[in-house]
């Protein structure tokens, strides 16, 4: 398996947070442009988008977390495998 480098994922919770606020943003623009009888840029499919993006930063940081810790896994096997076979060659 080569060495493939997992995507890095620099979102944190002040991230999270500026996405709230973006959501927050977006509906009050939204909310306007109705009483105004006027369509908006962007609408409920963009904030869903949103909200499932800010939902899902905890999700790819476990998902990050695990793909890394199993690659650290399959590489102390790979190391002990070699040693063992070495050991008996000796």
């Given at each position: ?62 998902i ?10 399959e ?16």
């Amino acid at each position: 398996m080569p060495d493939v480098p997992l995507p890095q994922i620099e979102a944190d919770s002040t991230d999270s947070e500026a996405l709230a606020d973006i959501i927050w943003f977006i509906k009050g623009r939204l909310t306007a442009c109705q009483d105004r009888g006027t369509s908006a840029e962007l609408g409920e499919r963009h904030i869903e988008a949103l909200r499932r993006f800010r939902v899902s930063l905890q999700a790819m940081s476990e998902i990050r977390h695990r793909a890394m810790a199993a690659e650290h896994r399959e590489k102390l096997a790979q190391h002990f495998a070699s040693v063992a076979k070495k050991g008996k060659a000796k």
